[in-house]
Nanobody, 128 residues
């Protein structure tokens, strides 16, 4: 069974950093694309970043380019999202999801992942 567990969220001041982890089980990252998404209160879910564990991507939303870095540790079956220079507008619940295969930059479109496995979400709060 494909399962994902996101962790690492918390409260941080603007300009600070956090690293989110997405631990995968039931499959190996080599064959999957892992995406990070976020949803702020009252807003639609948006794609943040994604990477294929077998060497593909990464892709970033324009709003996080230059500040966030996604990486994959296949030995640990875990994908990380390093978030630097955080802004209050980054405040949201962050989710990771798994897509078998590659979808390129389309991985930033949440509706492409509707029928895939999702983690439970981790809350990131950035104070001004």
């Amino acid at each position: 069974e494909v399962q994902l567990q996101a962790s690492g969220g918390g409260l941080v001041q603007a300009g600070g950093s956090l690293r989110l982890s997405c631990a995968a089980s039931g499959f190996t990252l080599d064959d999957y694309t892992i995406g990070w998404f976020r949803q702020a209160p009252g807003k639609e879910r948006e794609g943040v970043s994604c990477i294929h564990g077998g060497n593909g991507g990464p892709h970033y939303a324009d709003s996080v380019k230059g500040r966030f870095t996604i990486s994959s540790d296949n030995a640990k079956n875990t994908v990380y999202l390093q978030m630097n220079s955080l802004k209050p507008e980054d405040t949201a619940v962050y989710y990771c999801a798994a897509f078998e295969g590659r979808i390129g930059i389309l991985c930033l479109i949440p509706r492409k992942w509707e029928n895939n496995a999702w983690g439970q979400g981790t809350l990131v709060t950035v104070s001004s």
